[in-house]
């Protein structure tokens, strides 16, 4: 039931309401059906009752559309209720997304995280829904028939009880193993995704260097392991369901030999025996679909845990606490991805308000790490530091990624105040953008989503202004204008930039950091 509350979150007196809606509808059912069959019969057909025979089966045919049109309302409105249910869960897996530490989120390729967020999310949620949904209609319908049923013959309905027990034997000794197949499959998939992902990326590569047969056999590896976990879940889950249902076909057999039983010793009349069998039939196959949700609500179990998990990796996150003296101080700062990655051993550097410092560096001296300390998005394993919060600062690091939508949705110009507004019209113009402003900077050049990267950087008011390689992917004559941007709408704030070359640059920075 955790679960359950974990995915229909604050849906849950609509839940609440539509569950008590289809249990009633199906209650109703499922004891007048057979009810309406033995009156039918005994009344009309063997009674030779003609004129009731014909009204009462037109009252039969008004309740039951009266019925079908309940549930069609009910089918509806759960649909509903699931593409509610689908959006929130999605997007509160991507807040945690953007609560993760970038430690964690560089493990990992958008693959990866698309099928953690999106997919994951979708499914678990038409499993949790769909299933609870079903169980609670066949509980409903068990109850109704059952009731009737014994009405109809508490002597025959007496032997349904034997079939309790065994398959709650059953689903115990099935459930544990399910739940941890199900929960190994997802993480399974997952990785196939993750990998599918990186060899879709690597589509030149593949043909530039003639991969074709490695990508392939590493795709096929993964796919083996993954399909081998989810035939497993498969396999204990359908054993069980077989196992469920050659017992309840036992029970029809013994049914059916009683009732007959009962009629040829007149306890019980034809219509009653059609009623009593439509209501057993109603009994077992209910029975029936309760037990198949037993293994499913184990698979639910494991696919809701990843969900949470995912969910609680952004509580890991432990940022560096801020000092507003206005420096920023490290001292002694050690950094590895991992054991066998050491990028810094001994970091100290200092930047005192308003400086403005050049960093450079040979490829691979930890220059972007560097930066994503200075973000708080890295945090070192050892040594003290003190740094401003992320918003405070403002970056354009590389790669650099837009949100859909326009420029103006990128600069949030809606909550810009009307000198920052007048201020990008001023960038876009010195930079030669104009125009561009209602336009997706994705369907722009790389010179183009460079300059907007720019625009998007200077634009929030900031106390520490970090580029890392700012003119990189511009045109000759631009380089010039951008660097005299930045140095002029940063002036008296903290700057930091990375350039590699561009020598003539140098002289404009009151100090240069090499790495």
């Known amino acids: 039931m955790k679960r359950l509350m974990f995915i229909i979150g604050k849906n849950k007196i609509r839940f ?29 057909i063997i009674g030779k009752n003609v004129r009731f025979f014909v009204i009462f089966t037109l009252i039969a045919f008004l309740f039951f559309t009266l019925y079908r049109l309940g549930m069609l309302w009910y089918s509806l409105s759960f649909r509903k209720l699931k593409n509610i249910t689908i959006k929130d869960i999605t997007l509160k897996q991507l807040d945690a997304y953007y609560k993760f530490p970038y430690k964690e989120i560089i493990k990992n390729d958008t693959g990866h995280y698309l099928s953690r967020i999106y997919d994951e999310s979708s499914a678990a949620t038409e499993l949790t829904l769909s299933t609870f949904s079903q169980l609670f ?20 309905t007496v032997i349904l009880i034997v079939i309790i027990p065994p398959i709650y034997l059953l689903s115990q000794k099935f459930s544990a193993k399910i739940t941890q197949k199900s929960k190994k499959e997802k993480s399974k998939e997952a990785k196939v995704r993750n990998l599918l992902g990186r060899l879709i990326d690597a589509y030149k590569n593949i043909k530039i260097f003639n991969l074709y047969d490695i990508a392939n056999n590493k795709i096929n590896d993964y796919f083996d392991k993954y399909l081998m976990v989810f035939y497993s879940r498969f396999k204990i889950s359908n054993l069980f369901s077989t196992y469920s249902g050659i017992l309840i076909s036992s029970q029809e057999l013994i049914i059916l030999a009683v009732t007959g039983y009962e009629v040829m010793k007149g306890r019980m009349t034809i219509g009653g025996l059609m009623g009593y069998m439509n ?6 196959m209910n029975a029936l679909a309760i037990v198949k949700t037993i293994p499913t609500l184990s698979k639910i179990k494991g696919d809701v845990n990843r969900l949470i998990e995912f969910r609680n990796i952004g509580n890991k996150v432990n940022q560096l606490s801020e000092k507003n003296s206005g420096n ?86 809606n909550n810009l105040s009307n000198e920052r507004k007048d201020m990008f019209y001023t960038l876009l113009e010195k930079i030669s953008l104009k125009g561009y402003e209602d336009k997706d900077p994705s369907s722009f050049s790389t010179g183009e989503r460079q300059k907007c990267a720019i625009i998007m950087t200077l634009i929030k008011n900031a106390d520490l202004y970090i580029f890392d390689e700012p003119i990189a992917n511009v045109d000759k004559k631009s380089k010039d204008p951008i660097m005299e941007m930045i140095l002029k709408y940063t002036e008296r704030k903290t700057l930091i930039v990375i350039l590699h070359g561009e020598e003539k640059y140098y002289k404009k920075f009151d100090s240069i950091f090499n790495i």
């Open 16 to 44: 609440l309401w539509l569950s008590i809606a289809g249990f009633i509808l199906d209650v109703i059912i499922s004891m007048t059906n057979p009810l309406i069959i033995k009156i039918l019969i005994d009344r009309g």
């Open 328 to 413: 920023i101080k490290l001292n002694k700062l050690k950094f590895a991805y991992d054991s066998s990655k050491t990028i810094f051993s001994d970091l100290n550097f200092e930047a005192k308000k308003g400086e403005k410092i050049l960093v450079i560096g040979d490829n691979g001296s930890g220059k972007s790490t560097f930066i994503h300390i200075l973000l708080n998005l890295l945090h070192p394993s050892e040594g003290k530091a003190e740094l401003y919060s992320i918003e405070r600062i403002s970056a354009l690091t590389l790669p650099f990624y837009f949100i859909p939508g326009s420029l103006k949705d990128n600069v949030n110009y």
């Open 137 to 156: 209609i066949s509980i409903a319908a068990f109850i109704g028939s059952f009731c009737v049923a014994l009405y109809l013959s508490w002597r025959v």
């Open 279 to 284: 209501a057993f039939s109603m009994v077992v």
